[in-house]
């Protein structure tokens, strides 16, 4: 089963940055589109930045200019740097994403999720 998994999360201060990765664990064919979300307390979960298979990302508009979202598929692993860091970020940051894996069956999978609070 393919699981994916997040990692890069920490606390940092206004105006810092902090590189988050998502990669799933298994294996993996293919890898389709990928996204990262959020959830800060008390509000819904939202899509924060998204990387399709051929290349076409998109963001929050409350992040635009200061995220990047990139992949490298000889790792299978999926970047997101976030720079000049507000304390608005703060919450857990999911990646989720799907393909097809070694079996040549589609999976599709949401990680665990890594902490990001921005504090000073």
């Known amino acids: 089963q393919v699981r994916i998994v997040e990692s890069g999360g920490g606390l940092v201060q206004p105006g810092e940055s902090l590189r988050l990765s998502c990669a799933p664990s298994?294996?993996?064919?293919?890898?389709?589109?990928m996204a990262w979300y959020r959830q800060a307390p008390g509000k819904q979960r939202e899509l924060v930045a998204s990387h399709t298979s051929a290349g076409t990302t998109s963001y929050a508009d409350s992040v635009k200019g200061r995220f990047s979202i990139w992949r490298d598929d000889t790792k299978n692993t999926v970047y997101l740097q976030m720079n000049s860091l507000k304390p608005e970020d703060t919450g857990v940051y999911l990646c989720?994403?799907?393909?097809?894996?070694?079996?040549?069956?589609?999976?599709?999978?949401w990680g665990q999720g890594t902490q990001v609070n921005v504090s000073s």
């Open positions: 298994g294996s993996i064919f293919s890898l389709w589109a």
């Open positions: 989720s994403g799907g393909g097809i894996d070694g079996a040549g069956k589609r999976w599709d999978s």
